[in-house]
């Protein structure tokens, strides 16, 4: 199930943590993040260097690089480098983790597993977000602190989707995960992958007719000048992590170590509350901005959910059923607390 990482930049990681070891005092980390300099997950990178940098005196320093800019533009090389200790820090999606570390992230992207940020929060800072931190550590990452992308929703130029047999047939650009395409052949949509930099594109010139993504994302590749419709049915919660090599980690004082747990947890929580009031304020500006904004009625959710379920048991076998029991035990149990 588990997907190897190169053991050649594994060797040069080891070779450059011995070498941080026998540095001065002032210690320079490089960050990495798949998010523009402005985006709602870079901020927590913001946070992060600002409050380390403050704390240390300076002598713990966070580089902030937007973009994965250190991995040439390319997922599976800024994993393989953050594995391998090239790269000191990253801000990454479990979606990515899933496709290039191993398939138990895959958890995340189940549809319809958690129903709102309240029910999400408990999930990920319960035994659910213990053990995806575990899977990191297996493979030499540590996990900092989990952030969040927001839910995400269904955009289109066609028509308005609002229940399930809106979206038959139309053509749809996802994220890689086989979860999201094995989801959306499901429902009779013509699924396919492409990464955010040709999405515009695609949609502009009706290559594809819609594509799945958080608001935040849609707003900030300015989706809403090709596609005129927008469905708010947070069908999958995509958090995350504020990842670290584990051996440079490792190989940090104790002081360093105390104040980069300390304020990635911060950063963390500062980034959610931003992130769950743009899930909540983004839809009315994406209205004045011209989208149609669809919010399927209760029974037409329960249709979707019904209809995606098979997928938990489909993919069984991949994930691991005592992971997928675990995410579902842990959602049932917040919304039980929650009184839902």
Known sequence: MRKSLLFGVAVLGMLSVSAQAFAQETVTLKLSANDRPDGHVFVAGKILSERVAERT???????LFPNHTLAGGSFKTEMELLSGGII????LSTIIAGLFVDRRFDVYSLPFLIDDHEVAIKVIDGPLGDATASWYEEY??????TGINGFRQLTNSKRPVATADDIKGLKLRVAGTEVFLAAFKTMEAQAVTMNMQETFQALQTGAVDGQENAFSTIMSFRLYEVQDYVTQWNYVYDPFHILMNKDKFDNLSEEFQTVLLEEARNAVLEQRAIAIKQDVELPA???KLG???LRPAP????????LLQPLYSQFNDVIGADIIALAIGEADKARTELGR
């Open 57 to 63: 005196g300076g002598r713990l320093k966070i580089e």
């Open 88 to 91: 000191d820090m990253s801000l």
């Open 140 to 145: 030499g990452i540590k996990a900092l602190g």
């Open 285 to 287: 500006e994406l209205e």
């Open 291 to 293: 989208m149609e904004v």
């Open 299 to 306: 029974e037409a959710i329960s249709e979707f959910r019904e």
